[in-house]
């Protein structure tokens, strides 16, 4: 097989369903050795099976520290380097900032940035290793605009946006990219929960340019393409998969 993929060594959190998912599959079709990270390992099993290709799976809660330590470990030792991490686990509490808990904030916090904070931090040598190892946050619109979602997601996703800029200057002489993606409305399980509602979901359509939701595979695409060679002089960048969402003023 002659791909870019080809026996590269993959992580993504939050693999089990969703944009992980997807993502994975991408992968692991090209010729990825591809590690699936998730809470929940029943999970991680049956989304395996439907991910064709070398794929090997890791139960960590990424809102815990010592998980992601373990997990950190578990790499650089099985695999020794790492060429393409991308940070996809993520959560939101839909409410208004007057009713945020102290621990609902830590919650966000922990699962959205400290997790993606400290496992990039922690394979920093793995990824050193790769000589062309690539970074990929998965963030949202909601950390470049204001959205309905609430203002601690939002927060969470901004100072992601942020991070990739400032470690993208500071490991591009390690040879290491670092980009993120904002996507807005994806075809996911959580998504489609809240689009349930006809009124709600005619109002998202009304303000994407492109009157669609998006697909997985539309933001597993761009994470691909961001990890390949033809994306090589790009980094400290965040890319909005919106269908034009970010843009539409009126």
Request: aromatic share 12%; hydrophobic share 45%.
């Given at each position: 097989m002659n791909h870019h993929l080809h026996n590269k060594n993959i992580i993504i959190t939050g693999a089990s369903r969703g944009i992980g998912l997807a993502t994975a599959q991408l992968f692991a079709k090209k010729g990825a050795r591809v590690i699936m990270v998730a809470r929940n390992q029943e999970n991680l099993d049956k989304a395996?099976?439907?991910?064709?290709?070398?794929?090997?799976?890791?139960?960590?809660?990424?809102?815990?520290?010592?998980?992601?330590?373990?997990?950190?470990?578990?790499?650089?030792?099985?695999?020794?380097?790492?060429?393409v991490l991308v940070n996809n686990a993520g959560t939101n509490i839909r409410k208004p900032v007057k009713d945020i808990s102290d621990g609902e904030f830590e919650q966000i916090m922990n699962t959205n940035l400290r997790s993606a904070y400290e496992l990039t931090r922690m394979l920093y040598p793995t990824l050193k290793k790769a000589k062309q190892g690539n970074v990929i946050f998965m963030s949202s619109v909601a950390g470049l605009t204001h959205l309905r979602t609430g203002a601690l997601y939002a927060m969470s996703k901004a100072a992601m946006n942020q991070l990739t800029k400032n470690l993208a200057v500071e490991w591009a002489t390690d040879g290491i990219r670092v980009n993120g993606i904002a996507p807005w409305y994806i075809a996911t399980r959580l998504a489609k929960q809240v689009l349930q509602n006809e009124q709600y979901k005619t109002e998202v359509l009304n303000r994407t340019p492109m009157k669609r939701i998006g697909e997985p595979h539309e933001v597993a695409?761009?994470?691909?393409?961001?990890?390949?060679p033809g994306a090589g002089y790009i980094t400290g960048q965040t890319i909005a998969v919106d269908g034009g969402f970010s843009i539409y003023g009126f």
């Open positions: 395996a099976l439907e991910t064709k290709g070398e794929t090997f799976t890791y139960s960590a809660d990424m809102a815990k520290v010592e998980d992601i330590k373990k997990l950190a470990a578990f790499v650089s030792e099985k695999f020794g380097h790492l060429d695409s761009v994470v691909e393409f961001l990890s390949s």
